[in-house]
């Protein structure tokens, strides 16, 4: 089918590459030129796993560019609306590039298409989509809005589109639903799955994926839901974890037990120092705006967002009662995105943790493997960054994990003992197994868990010792 995918960021780009791998013939429209430029000549403006292989593989081909959408809309059956719903200072979804879309694309209404809301929006959006096209000029006849959230997880987008737990289709007729069903039937019939050059299947990954069609409502509620509950899981084992904490009990022997319960699950019972990005943080402000809306105080909302930013100070203050003071400090961090996979810094609780250090006088060493060129916009004075894991470790007072890079779970801990000044590690993701940390000479403080203490000989003594 021809799509036209209106936005080139994140959802944007995503969904657009993975249009055309299914066989589509995609254009990528975006009002920013520089963008355009960008992507025709093969540049990537995110880290995502696959993202760059697609791209490549389809630019030029199935994958067009364009600034003009009016022309996009007159030659798609179906426009695909991705485009940035910012909070607002009050919490709401700020809709107005929405509406600035749906305004533009019903001058090119010229035949039936379908308009897509795949920007995760608040109820009643697609109504308001609807009344904006019909308002500026289009037929009623000529055009459907469906509502289409989207499930992504950056660092495995791809993989998630591809290989969705489940599609969710909003639509008011089934004219609208037959479009939808045509869009997704490479995934929904297994053809897809059988090509040699399909993405390759995560282990847990049950294909061909359900497709579940709803009434738009429906649909708008289940992203913000979804997410809404997501973030209550991660809050809730973060408030598990400060009770472990109190009564010296392990959290991931805890998980273990709690997410054994088919009613429950394992995933998502995680404890750290929160969540952030770009989607949870604002999405839960938004559910918790709309359901005021409408009248209902969803207080538990506002716990599990009140939760959220407590983790975050309580690891601070982890680290503060294992130095002593700050002022003076030098710290290694390891990791600067929200979490593993991708160069996402929006609303990252380790962005957010450097930035306190710094406040409280540490000289911050940082590395992450994707996110240092967007953090060197935010993180200005006082923070040197590195080459990788190990020179930010060197003549370290202690060593931080903040993001659950894979790399940051497989460290030549011998090689990390040499380094530091002090062999203190506080990991606020819980990579390793305190008494591994213990063999390997370090005092090893984590969420949920008992600290688990060593002599802490400053690496140069140490040294001397070796060569008595």
Not at 29 to 35: C, F, H, P
Not at 90 to 107: C, F, N, Q, T
Not at 187 to 199: D, F, H, K, N, V
Not at 246 to 259: F, H, L, Y
Request: include cysteine.
């Amino acid at each position: 089918m021809r799509i036209a995918v209106v936005g080139s960021g994140y959802v944007g780009l995503v969904t657009g590459a993975c249009f055309a791998d299914l066989g589509h013939e995609v254009v990528l429209v975006d009002n920013d030129e520089k963008k355009l430029t960008a992507l025709r000549d093969g540049e990537v403006p995110i880290h995502e796993k696959f993202l760059q292989e697609l791209l490549t593989r389809h630019r030029g081909k199935r994958i067009q560019f364009s600034g003009d959408l009016q022309a996009a809309t007159r030659a798609s059956e179906a426009v695909f609306i991705a485009v940035g719903t910012p909070p607002t200072e009050s919490g709401d979804a700020d809709l107005s590039y929405v509406e600035s879309v749906a305004r533009e694309i019903s001058g090119g209404v010229e035949g039936y298409k379908v308009v897509v809301e795949k920007s995760t929006v608040p109820v009643y959006t697609s109504q308001w989509i609807r009344t904006i096209i019909l308002r500026n000029g289009a037929a009623p006849s000529q055009f459907d809005v469906a509502s289409n959230p989207e499930f992504l997880r950056e660092g495995t987008a791809v993989t998630d589109f591809m290989y969705p737990d489940r599609i969710v289709v909003g639509v008011e007729n089934e004219r609208a639903a037959e479009v939808m069903r045509q869009i997704y039937g490479p995934l929904t019939s297994g053809w897809y799955y059988g090509r040699t050059e399909a993405i390759p299947r995560p282990e847990a990954a049950k294909t061909p994926p359900r497709l579940i069609v709803t009434s738009t409502k429906s649909a708008e509620l289940i992203k913000h839901a979804s997410n809404a509950f997501l973030a209550m899981k991660i809050s809730f084992i973060n408030a598990v974890a400060s009770i472990c904490e109190s009564v010296g009990a392990n959290v991931q022997q805890v998980c273990d037990g709690v997410g054994t319960d088919s009613r429950i699950g394992p995933r998502f019972l995680n404890p750290g120092i929160g969540y952030g990005g770009s989607c949870f943080p604002k999405d839960l402000m938004a559910f918790r705006a709309v359901a005021k809306e409408n009248g209902y105080d969803f207080r538990l909302l506002e716990e599990v967002h009140r939760i959220n930013e407590e983790q975050r100070h309580r690891f601070l203050r982890k680290v503060r009662s294992v130095l002593w003071t700050f002022r003076g400090k030098r710290l290694a961090v390891l990791g600067l995105a929200f979490k593993g996979g991708t160069d996402d810094i929006r609303e990252s609780p380790a962005l957010l943790l450097v930035q306190e250090l710094l406040r409280e006088g540490c000289h911050v060493c940082a590395y992450d493997p994707a996110a240092m060129e967007r953090a060197k916009e935010v993180l200005t004075a006082g923070v040197e960054f590195a080459s990788d894991a190990y020179a930010a470790a060197k003549g370290a007072d202690a060593v931080l994990i903040l993001t659950e890079w894979e790399e940051f779970a497989a460290l030549d801990l011998e090689r990390l003992r040499a380094l530091v000044k002090y062999p203190i590690v506080l990991d606020g993701r819980n990579l390793y197994d305190p008494a591994v940390m213990v063999e390997h000479g370090f005092s090893y403080y984590s969420v949920g868990r008992p600290a688990a203490l060593t002599e802490e000989v400053p690496a140069a003594v140490l040294k001397k010792k070796e060569r008595a």
